[in-house]
């Protein structure tokens, strides 16, 4: 890629150049800054880690769903309630967060809780047999609660990713 106003002239297809904050915010007034591909793995490897916790998530969930005695009705519901409620609380949380001040920065602190939440849904739903058996399901087929702490850790874990 070579950008003939200021000169820079990209020496491999592994680089590319990502558009910094303006000049005057740069402290050395550059406005383009070199992309390796370090960086740009570094940046997209989150993406690799959420791929499989959806794909864990979405092998595991309805069986263990279905095992409870959840109705294919429910289960259509059990998944389509956490997208829904994704529209509700993703702008919330970004209004929230835009509001934000810490020393860590405006977005760390919610990264952080979110994570938080994450590992605890995904226990959750792990655990649900044996969460909902001390919330007083019995041991037949049908199991309320166990369902209940499935589906609505569920519904947690679509909303923070």
């Given at each position: 890629?070579?950008?003939?106003?200021?000169?820079?002239?990209?020496?491999?297809?592994?680089?590319?150049?990502?558009?910094?904050?303006?000049?005057?915010?740069?402290?050395?007034?550059?406005?383009?800054?070199?992309?390796?591909?370090?960086?740009?793995?570094?940046?997209?490897?989150?993406?690799?880690?959420?791929?499989?916790?959806?794909?864990?998530?979405?092998?595991?969930?309805?069986?263990?769903?279905?095992?409870?005695?959840?109705?294919?009705?429910?289960?259509?519901?059990?998944?389509?309630?956490?997208?829904?409620?994704?529209?509700?609380v993703q702008p919330i949380v970004g209004t929230l967060s835009d509001q934000t001040t810490?020393?860590?920065?405006?977005?760390?602190?919610?990264?952080?809780?979110?994570?938080?939440?994450?590992?605890?849904?995904?226990?959750?739903?792990?655990?649900?047999?044996?969460?909902?058996?001390?919330?007083?399901?019995?041991?037949?087929?049908?199991?309320?609660?166990?369902?209940?702490?499935?589906?609505?850790?569920?519904?947690?874990?679509?909303?923070?990713?």
């Amino acid at each position: 890629v070579s950008h003939e106003d200021d000169g820079y002239l990209a020496s491999s297809p592994w680089t590319t150049t990502m558009a910094a904050a303006p000049a005057a915010a740069a402290p050395s007034g550059e406005s383009r800054r070199r992309a390796t591909a370090c960086l740009l793995l570094s940046l997209t490897i989150s993406m690799l880690g959420i791929g499989y916790a959806w794909a864990a998530q979405f092998a595991r969930v309805p069986s263990l769903l279905e095992e409870m005695g959840l109705s294919d009705a429910g289960m259509s519901l059990a998944f389509l309630a956490g997208p829904i409620c994704g529209l509700v609380v993703q702008p919330i949380v970004g209004t929230l967060s835009d509001q934000t001040t810490t020393r860590c920065g405006r977005r760390r602190p919610w990264i952080g809780a979110s994570l938080g939440v994450v590992v605890l849904s995904f226990l959750a739903i792990g655990d649900s047999f044996y969460l909902g058996g001390l919330a007083g399901d019995r041991a037949d087929n049908r199991r309320p609660r166990s369902v209940a702490i499935a589906v609505m850790a569920f519904w947690v874990r679509s909303d923070d990713v």
